[in-house]
């Protein structure tokens, strides 16, 4: 398993300098401050009010850049948040081409909030295959937005085919990469050529199931600014502790991507040989449509695996209800084992002809594998298909 030079040295280093502190603490201390004094009317030492700006917050916003091979970070209180952040880059009348499958939660934001309220106008298109980005490019598209692998279908997408694409129709055009069932341990997007990249934090970054957050990471200037403007302007920032916790579980990033992949992909090839399960998403499996770009822009993979049950709705339950050390849970990416059924819970906000066409089915599960022993894993989901799936 190769990675990229020096990420754990960064994840660890990065942002946290004991010098910056008045009293050289090796740990960054947790800044609860919502104002500062200022020596003079007008002139702050640094920050002047915590929406704008707080030392805590400045630790994590560098580390992370780092760990994206990046120059700025922005944090904000949620992935969706994030999301918005971005949006809001454009204007009335500006055209996404998105993703065909994305979160829903992201889908939901463009769907109901941008395009209706924000006069927006939106595509969705496979982009697994980058003719169908060139046909849907009008005169006032503005941004193309995708996740590669995708929530919850796995797609990959090539970013560095896409970028092409996008900018010789348009050099304007920016590009948006969801990075979050990767983390930057795996795939950098924007050393592929993409402009900005998002993460839910909640998910693999922070690790451990205990903080809600989101980050826009970008080299771009101008983009920057206007990061910074939302955080100032439109309040949806982290707390200070919540920052802390970030900061803290970025320490073991490296160390608990190795494992989830190791885990993963044990589970993927149990899953696959299965007779009771039809078949199984997982990039890293020879067998996946996009096997051979997976290799070409990424590290490695996620925890993140998705496969379908033979049978129905009756049987999808059964499994999930009979799960022990996977828990029956929306989210993913922390250190323990989540299972769900998108159809009915992570994209039930997707409208159930989409679903139906992207093959978000009743019998399409979607599982985080976690950290734990790789034998009560597979043991688990073995007593579980059993019980679901009585006869094969």
């Known amino acids: 398993m190769s990675t990229f030079p020096h990420f754990g040295?960064?994840?660890?280093?990065?942002?946290?300098?004991?010098?910056?502190?008045?009293?050289?603490q090796v740990v960054p201390p947790i800044s609860m401050s919502s104002t500062y004094k200022q020596d003079n009317p007008g002139e702050p030492k640094g920050h002047d009010y915590s929406r704008a700006g707080n030392p805590t917050r400045d630790v994590l916003q560098k580390n992370l850049a780092a760990l994206e091979d990046a120059k700025h970070c922005q944090v904000f209180s949620s992935g969706l948040a994030a999301t918005s952040a971005i949006i809001n880059l454009l204007k009335t009348g500006d055209h996404i081409v998105c993703s065909d499958d994305v979160y829903g939660g992201t889908q939901r934001y463009i769907r109901r909030v941008a395009v209706p309220n924000h006069g927006l106008e939106v595509d969705s298109?496979?982009?697994?295959?980058?003719?169908?980005?060139?046909?849907?490019?009008?005169?006032?598209?503005?941004m193309v937005w995708f996740e590669s692998p995708s929530n919850p279908l796995l797609k990959v997408v090539d970013i560095a085919a896409i970028v092409q694409v996008a900018k010789k129709a348009n050099?304007?055009?920016?590009?948006?990469?969801?990075?979050?069932?990767?983390?930057?341990?795996?795939?950098?997007?924007?050393s592929l050529g993409a402009d900005v990249v998002v993460h839910s934090i909640t998910k693999y970054i922070n690790g451990h199931s205990d903080v809600v957050m989101g980050a826009v990471i970008t080299d771009n200037d101008e983009f920057q600014q206007h990061l910074f403007f939302m955080q100032l302007a439109v309040g949806a920032v982290p707390s200070?502790?919540?920052?802390?916790?970030?900061?803290r579980g970025l320490k073991t990033l490296h160390i608990r991507m190795r494992?989830?992949?190791?885990?993963?992909?044990?589970?993927?090839?149990?899953?696959?040989?299965?007779?009771?399960?039809?078949?199984v998403l997982y990039p890293a499996l020879e067998s996946h449509p996009q096997h051979e770009v997976h290799l070409k822009q990424t590290k490695g993979?996620?925890?993140m695996i998705s496969f379908y049950l033979k049978g129905e709705l009756k049987e999808s339950r059964a499994f999930l209800s009979a799960l022990k050390v996977f828990t029956l849970a929306e989210s993913l990416g922390g250190y323990e084992s989540l299972a769900e059924l998108p159809a009915i819970m992570t994209h039930a906000s997707v409208p159930a002809e989409t679903r139906e066409v992207l093959g978000i089915t009743d019998n399409l599960i979607r599982i985080s594998v976690g950290i734990e022993d790789l034998d009560d894993l597979i043991a688990d989901l073995d007593q579980a298909l059993k019980i679901a799936i009585p006869k094969v």
């Open 125 to 142: 298109v496979d982009l697994t295959d980058v003719k169908n980005l060139e046909t849907a490019i009008k005169p006032n598209t503005k």
């Open 171 to 190: 050099p304007e055009i920016v590009v948006v990469v969801d990075n979050t069932f990767m983390s930057p341990y795996f795939q950098r997007p924007i």
């Open 240 to 247: 200070p502790f919540d920052c802390f916790l970030v900061n």
């Open 259 to 279: 494992a989830h992949y190791e885990n993963a992909m044990a589970v993927a090839k149990y899953l696959e040989a299965n007779d009771r399960i039809e078949s």
């Open 9 to 24: 040295t960064a994840a660890i280093h990065v942002g946290q300098e004991p010098e910056q502190w008045d009293m050289n």
């Open 301 to 303: 993979m996620s925890g």
